[in-house]
Antibody, heavy 121, light 107 residues
Framework: QVHLVESGGGLVKPGGSLRLSCEASGFIFSDFYMSWIRQSPGKGLEWLSQISENSATTQYADSVKGRFTISRDNAKNSLFLDMTSLTSDDTGMYYC??????????????WGQGTLVIVSS | DVQMTQSPSSLSASLGDTITITCRASQRIGRWLNWYQQRPGKAPRFLIYGASTLQSGVPSRFSGSGSETHFTLTISSLQPEDFATYYCQQGYYTPRTFGPGTKVEFK
């Protein structure tokens, strides 16, 4: 059974840093692109970053470019998101997501249960 | 970025009803449109890709249609587990973007 488990969220002060982790199981992790998606009351669901199967390519939303870094360790079936210079706008639930696809189409599935990040003084 | 809008933002319905949710894209996206369901306290669940193809395991009472900028999600014969929030997502442009959601509530 496919399983994604995020960890590392918590309360952090503005300007602070945090590292999110996601442990994958039940599928061949190294075969898939992975993404981080955030959900917040103000902005809804927001795709943040993507990494290719072998880490060769990464992409970021403008809102986090230069502040967040996505990485993965295929040997440990793990995905990471290093977040710096956090602001209150970064508050939200952070989901680790597998990118599936068929033919020309791709989608986000499955999703982890999420880890909550609160940026507040 | 491609802006996705949904209407209505919420609706009230009863068991057995048929409902339709509309999703619009600010640019033409062909049929690169996905739908997700999110129940309270849970992560989103993938339902439909390519505007109309049901993911494996999704009940046939769910159906999707549309292309380019106008899409719909229809749920026929609403069941208790269908009361949730539904999101559309475009998969044509980067960054991938989501609609704001439509909450389906029990009347």
């Amino acid at each position: 059974q496919v399983h994604l488990v995020e960890s590392g969220g918590g309360l952090v002060k503005p300007g602070g840093s945090l590292r999110l982790s996601c442990e994958a199981s039940g599928f061949i992790f190294s075969d898939f692109y992975m993404s981080w998606i955030r959900q917040s009351p103000g902005k809804g669901l927001e795709w943040l970053s993507q990494i290719s199967e072998n880490s060769a390519t990464t992409q970021y939303a403008d809102s986090v470019k230069g502040r967040f870094t996505i990485s993965r360790d295929n040997a440990k079936n793990s995905l990471f998101l290093d977040m710096t210079s956090l602001t209150s706008d970064d508050t939200g639930m952070y989901y680790c997501v597998t990118e599936g696809g068929f033919g020309d189409y791709d989608w986000f599935d499955p999703w982890g249960q999420g880890t909550l990040v609160i940026v507040s003084s | 970025d491609v802006q996705m809008t949904q209407s209505p933002s919420s609706l009230s319905a009863s068991l057995g009803d048929t409902i339709t949710i509309t999703c619009r894209a600010s640019q033409r996206i062909g049929r690169w449109l996905n739908w997700y369901q999110q129940r309270p306290g849970k992560a989103p669940r993938f339902l439909i890709y390519g505007a109309s193809t049901l993911q494996s395991g999704v009940p046939s009472r769910f159906s999707g249609s549309g292309s380019e900028t106008h899409f719909t999600l229809t749920i026929s014969s609403l069941q208790p587990e269908d009361f949730a929030t539904y999101y559309c997502q475009q998969g044509y442009y980067t960054p991938r973007t989501f609609g704001p959601g439509t909450k389906v509530e029990f009347k």
